[in-house]
Nanobody, 121 residues
Framework: QVQVVESGGGSVLAGGSLRLSCAASKYSYCRNDMSWYRQAPGKEREFVSFIDSDGTTTYGDSVKGRFTISQDKNTMYMQMNSLKPEDTAMYYC?????????????????WGQGTLVTVSS
């Protein structure tokens, strides 16, 4: 069974920092492309950041320059600096398993249970 486990959420004051982690299952000949999404109360889920197995990264406009994503083996990290109250949300990790070889079968996308980030002013 695919496992995706987030950690690192918490409560901070505006301007503070947090570091989120996401540990995911690893499968032979499957690459882990990993993303962070967040969902604030009453709002739709929003893309935050992405990193593929080669280390290529993408960020949502609202977090560019403040959040940095990285990975080490099967764990993804997101350093969040200069946090704002509007960053308050449940943060979810998503893993997309892409085959390293054509025709190789990999598990379907998987999501974690989320970790809560609360930023107060």
């Amino acid at each position: 069974q695919v496992q995706v486990v987030e950690s690192g959420g918490g409560s901070v004051l505006a301007g503070g920092s947090l570091r989120l982690s996401c540990a995911a299952s690893k499968y032979s000949y499957c690459r882990n492309d990993m993303s962070w999404y967040r969902q604030a109360p009453g709002k739709e889920r929003e893309f935050v950041s992405f990193i593929d197995s080669d280390g290529t990264t993408t960020y949502g406009d609202s977090v560019k320059g403040r959040f940095t994503i990285s990975q080490d083996k099967n764990t993804m990290y997101m350093q969040m600096n200069s946090l704002k109250p509007e960053d308050t949300a449940m943060y979810y990790c998503k893993v997309h398993f892409s085959p390293a070889y054509r025709g190789w079968a990999c598990p379907l996308d998987a999501w974690g249970q989320g970790t809560l980030v609360t930023v107060s002013s």
